[in-house]
């Protein structure tokens, strides 16, 4: 029995604060329920005669694109940078990017996708400030990444490479669109091996919230990680 993906409203339904600086949207019905996130950052320019703060916000994902939301993003300083983690992540793109004149940040192999959009692509991984930068875990899609942000303990933006299963524990999740399962096992894994206990706190993921029930990300999200049965993973069968 696979998991349902809940879907709700989006109208007028402000962002949860996850964290001071870090806002997840409620699930988009453009992104079959996904999650997108806000996270705030600046860039200070201390080359010029009076020192200037400079928004360096990312919009992880696209959340439903209201006059709410708008409101709300200019309200934080716009975005620089919409990161998208994997195609179904991705809704009215071209909008935000006119909206915020921001970047389009994607994994190279996910780029065809979005034709008629100047987008900035990477490879393996790109560095974008000194507490943020983008990973690429492929397996749920050919191109899918995700975000890891150094505050708080380590957050990972996981978009659908982990999701929460019933229990609210970050699993990789086979599916039948699913484009190579033992790469995404083997992805996941190697985020034990990129990370530590102490890196890695959180995990924020892009779809399936509901399974938190009232928390507004993964705890203990290494310790969990380690605990995964991958060898019975590796058997599963698709879900849905």
């Known amino acids: 029995m696979g998991q349902s993906i809940s879907i709700h409203s989006t109208k007028d ?3 949860q604060t996850v964290f001071d600086t870090v806002f997840a949207f409620a699930p988009n019905r453009e992104t079959l329920g996904g ?13 010029k005669p009076t020192p200037a703060i400079q928004s360096a916000n990312i919009l992880v994902d696209c959340p439903a694109l209201t006059d709410f939301h708008r409101d709300f993003i200019h309200s934080k300083g716009g975005i620089q940078t919409l990161f998208i983690t994997h195609r179904g992540g991705m809704a009215r793109v071209k909008e935000f990017q006119n909206e915020f004149n921001a970047q389009v940040l994607i994994q190279e192999q996910e780029a065809y996708l979005l034709p008629g ?3 900035e692509v990477f490879h393996r991984d790109r560095i974008l400030s000194s507490t943020s930068k983008v990973i690429w875990n492929p397996g749920h899609s050919p191109g899918s990444a995700s975000l890891y942000h150094g505050n708080y303990g380590g957050i990972l933006f996981t978009g659908r ?12 999740l086979r599916l039948s669109k699913t484009f190579h399962w033992p790469r995404q096992l083997r992805y996941a894994q190697q985020l034990l091996s990129d990370f530590t206990e102490e890196s890695l706190s959180y995990i924020c993921p892009g779809a399936s919230t509901g399974y938190l029930r009232g928390e507004k990300a993964i705890k203990q999200a290494y310790q969990q990680l380690e605990g995964i049965d991958w060898q019975s993973l590796a058997a599963t069968k698709p879900a849905i």
């Open 117 to 119: 959009i100047k987008t």
């Open 35 to 47: 999650t997108a996130y806000l996270i705030l950052e600046n860039i200070e320019h201390s080359l």
């Open 161 to 172: 490479h982990l999701l929460p299963n019933r229990d609210g524990a970050p699993v990789p």
């Open 13 to 15: 339904k402000p962002p």
